[in-house]
């Protein structure tokens, strides 16, 4: 038996940073990068970035239970959000499941 995912969960691409993401330490956003995530499915919350998010988009912000999937790069893995700060997105590199 087969279940389509889009059937079970929404499936959202990561927020849609333009170029390098704004690093700002006085921002009230965080975002989760590849770089903050390991193969075991952990996220490093003390790895990951300030900022004041750029553009119009409203942020799917994320909520603990929601899975992120590396779409991009060599390594795909996915990670368990639980317990992040409240403002936090992922980038681009990542679907959020």
């Not at 499936?11 to 009230?28: A, C, E, L």
């Amino acid at each position: 038996m087969f279940t389509i995912l889009c059937e079970v969960a929404d499936v959202f691409s990561g927020y849609p940073f333009r170029g390098s993401i704004p690093i700002d330490k006085q921002g009230d956003a965080h975002v989760v990068q590849v770089r903050d995530t390991r193969a075991t499915g952990e996220i490093f919350q003390d790895e990951m970035v300030k900022v004041i998010l750029p553009g119009k988009k409203a942020p799917n912000w994320l909520r603990s239970g929601d899975v992120l999937f590396v779409a991009k790069g060599v390594k795909h893995f996915s990670a368990l959000v639980k317990d992040l700060p409240v403002k936090t997105v992922c980038s681009p590199h990542f679907f959020l499941i």
